[in-house]
Every structure is written in C-alpha cells, then in structure tokens.
T-cell receptor, first 114, second 116 residues
Framework: KAGVTQTPRYLIKTRGQQVTLSCSPI?????VSWYQQTPGQGLQFLFE???????NKGNFPGRFSGRQFSNSRSEMNVSTLELGDSALYLC?????????????FGPGTRLTVT | AQTVTQSQPEMSVQEAETVTLSCTYD???????LFWYKQPPSRQMILVIR??????QNATENRFSVNFQKAAKSFSLKISDSQLGDAAMYFC?????????????FGTGTRLKVLA
C-alpha cells in the first residue's frame, strides 16, 4: 500500500497570504489528523477529520481550518499567515478514529512564512 | 489538562550500548494509550511501540521496550544494542477518549545521537 502523501513538500509564503495543504491518506483509512511541528513546541494537534466531519480540534485560532472529501483526502487551510506559522505540518491517517489505532504519518509540508 | 514531558532534549549513546529515554505525563484519566514515535532526519515519523494503560505488562518490540509506571505516570523507552539507524528524534505521545473527544498530546521530543 502507498503511504500517506502530502503536497506540496515545501512552501514559502509571505505574511498575510493564505495557504492550502493537501493530504492523501493510506487507502482504506478514513481518519485524518493534522499536526503542527515546531522546534520549541514539538507536535501540536490541530484537528481530526472522519467521514468528512471534524471530530476533534486542538487549541489553534480560527485562521486554521480544514476539510475532508468523500475519498478521505483532506486539506488544511491557513489564512492571514503570520511569521509564527512557519512550521512542519504533518498529516496522519488511521483506519478509524480511536486511541487503539496507530497513526501513519506523512512526510510533512515545510511552510516558511517571510 | 493532560501534559507530556520529555526532559531530555538530547541524548547520546555508543553503538551497541543501551539507552533510556524518559517521558512523564500528567492525567486524571484512567484509560489511555501511550506511544513512542521515531522521526529520523528528513524522514517520516513511525510508531516504535505502544502501551495500553490497563495492561500491567510492559510492551516490547525487538530491541525496544518500555518501563511503564502508571502510578508514577512514567513511560520510558529503552533501546538495547543501539544501532546507527536508531539516530532520530523520539516523541512520547498520549492519547485518550473522554466525553466523546479524543485527546492527542505529544512531548517536545528527545534527539538521540548514536556514536560509532
């Protein structure tokens, strides 16, 4: 099976712009989670989608949003970019939501905001 | 609120030796899962080992084992016979299900260097 894929891998944006990141889960996986990884904060949970519905949300401002399509692919959008949004954004998929399921991570999208 | 603390930002180990990475967490929940993930340089994060809180027996996966002390809220990872390929960032993670909501909390990571 192909792993989790994320596009683009690298992105440079300027402050105030918006950006959309894409994640394709492993075939058959219906749950997709997004994380922000920064050197000082580690991984912070953004949100989780299952069956095109947001099931969980972390403590991020409303500028961060996402959606999931019927084929389980997910997109994450960040509007009005700030310098502090520079980070590695990781997507992870699992068959279902739940604590018992291992999450499979993608390679990430490295976002740089200048 | 739940927290996960990895107090060792960086560790070094000689090849073939044993190293232990520390992780402590804080929670009032009784049912949860703990994980160790490995993130090699410029590569994808992968699961190393998983521990269910209700299981007293420590999980083991080949050279990787955990020391799970539920009362002390400690979850350390032991890597035996360290190999060069073990060099990576290691993240301790906590997951639980409470009142219809999943919680996912990661530590800040420990960078492991393996010396030849």
């Amino acid at each position: 099976k192909a792993g989790v894929t994320q596009t683009p891998r690298y992105l440079i944006k300027t402050r105030g712009q918006q950006v959309t990141l894409s994640c394709s889960p492993i075939s058959g996986h219906r749950s997709v989670s997004w994380y922000q990884q920064t050197p000082g904060q580690g991984l912070q949970f953004l949100f989780e989608y299952f069956s095109e519905t947001q099931r969980n949300k972390g403590n991020f401002p409303g500028r961060f949003s996402g959606r999931q399509f019927s084929n389980s692919r997910s997109e994450m959008n960040v509007s009005t970019l700030e310098l502090g949004d520079s980070a590695l954004y990781l997507c992870a998929s699992s068959p279902e939501p739940g604590t018992t399921y291992e999450q499979y991570f993608g390679p990430g999208t490295r976002l740089t905001v200048t | 609120a739940q927290t996960v603390t990895q107090s060792q930002p960086e560790m070094s180990v000689q090849e073939a030796e044993t190293v232990t990475l520390s992780c402590t967490y804080d929670t009032s929940e009784s049912d949860y899962y703990l994980f160790w993930y490995k993130q090699p340089p410029s590569r994808q994060m992968i699961l190393v080992i998983r521990q269910e809180a209700y299981k007293q027996q420590n999980a083991t996966e080949n050279r990787f084992s955990v020391n799970f002390q539920k009362a002390a809220k400690s979850f350390s990872l032991k890597i035996s016979d360290s190999q060069l390929g073990d060099a990576a960032m290691y993240f301790c993670a906590y997951r639980s299900w409470v009142s219809g909501t999943y919680k996912y909390i990661f530590g800040t990571g420990t960078r492991l260097k393996v010396l030849a």
